[in-house]
């Protein structure tokens, strides 16, 4: 099974900066590699596909970028309202595989 | 508009079995790859199996920590996706979603997601 470790687990920062979120594989997935957004009591949202196409309807400060194990997710400047926790997803084999997922809080 | 809705969920024994509901609207299901993940609450998210599409048959995968128990199917009359559980465990307790599965050069992430439906296995 492909695992995904994301780093940090918890981070916490201020409106208007920039905050990247750490996706590795323990083996190459190309670009097969989703992110989302889950607040408390919702189901997760899609924001990156393929590693670096943004989910129509996403604000444009969400990015993504990597391939192969190493995967990056960028909040340009984050808003009150980005409150939540990320999960990276590999969708390369079979079983898919979630990353741990990284809280991320305002301060 | 397109949703997702699951039910069917509660409260069973160990051992015993349960099957979930996933009705969809605003979208034809059978067009689509569709999976179900699910959720300890307050924790992360496991997948936990698939079923592709008409064209690919409607053949299943599934997690390793359900396969032999759990099977999904669907009813295209219903526009429905279903997650039958069987010879349920204590570590089966979770919230479970279905999900649709997107098509970009491969089925490539969940854009949609139900509300989820709440299993408790428990004595």
């Not at chain 1, 926790?85 to 809080?105: D, M, R």
Request: proline content about 3%; glycine content about 10%; hydrophobic content about 30%.
């Amino acid at each position: 099974d492909i695992q995904l470790t994301q780093s940090p687990s918890f981070l916490s920062a201020s409106v208007g900066d920039r905050v990247t979120i750490t996706c590795r594989a323990s083996q190459g997935i190309s670009s097969y590699l989703a992110w989302y957004q889950q607040k408390p009591g919702k189901a997760p949202k899609l924001l990156i596909y393929t590693a670096s196409t943004l989910q129509s309807g996403v604000p444009s400060r969400f990015s993504g970028s990597g391939s192969g194990t190493e995967f990056v997710l960028t909040i340009s400047s984050l808003q009150p309202e980005d409150s939540a926790t990320y999960y990276c997803q590999q969708v390369n084999s079979y079983p898919l595989t979630f990353g741990g997922g990284t809280k991320v809080e305002i301060k | 508009e397109v949703q997702l809705v699951e039910s069917g969920g509660g409260l069973v024994q160990p051992g015993g079995s349960l099957r979930l509901s996933c009705a969809a609207s605003g979208f034809t299901c059978s067009d689509h790859y569709m999976d179900w993940v699910r959720q300890v609450p307050g924790k992360g998210l496991e997948w936990v199996g698939r079923t592709r599409n008409k064209a690919n048959s409607y053949t299943t995968e599934y997690a390793a920590s359900v396969k032999g128990r759990f099977i999904i199917s669907r009813d295209d009359s219903k526009n429905s996706l279903y997650l039958q559980m069987n010879s349920l465990k204590t570590e089966d307790t979770a919230l479970y979603y279905c999900a649709r599965v997107i098509y970009s050069s491969g089925w490539v992430a969940f854009d949609i997601w139900g509300q989820g439906t709440m299993v408790t296995v428990s004595s």
